[in-house]
């Protein structure tokens, strides 16, 4: 697989900025990004190619949820792995409007 330095079609909806560093990759093959200009973390979603994992706490639970395809993870060094749907997660638990629930977090590298 070949490694992009940074990804066009994307932007840090934090900035604005379409340039990110490539840091890491997790155990499931999940790339570990940061935003150059605000320094956020972020997460490439290897489920669909498209969208950024995002950290938000759901009725006091860490979630990590792609923005695009939805897939949801509980910890960052198990995004990739074996996780659950957003729509699964907040069923199973029957958590009313959930979207409006979350409070999201923004990482940033220490
Ligand atoms: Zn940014
Ligand atoms: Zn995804």
């Not at 330095?5 to 940061?34: A, D, M, Q, Y």
């Not at 923005?67 to 749907?85: F, K, N, Q």
């Amino acid at each position: 697989m070949q490694k992009e330095k940074n990804r066009p079609t994307c932007v840090c909806e934090s900035c604005e900025s379409k340039t990110f560093s490539f840091l890491s990759i997790n155990k499931h093959g999940v790339e570990k990004w940061k935003c150059s200009s605000c320094n956020q973390i972020k997460q490439w979603c290897i489920c669909c190619d498209q969208g950024w994992i995002e950290h938000g706490v759901l009725e006091e639970k860490d979630i990590y949820v792609c923005d695009e395809c939805e897939a949801l993870w509980l910890s960052r060094e198990e995004a990739g792995g074996e996780g659950s749907a957003w729509w699964k997660y907040t069923e199973e638990r029957r958590i009313e409007e959930p979207w409006k629930k979350v409070d999201w977090v923004k990482d940033y590298e220490k």
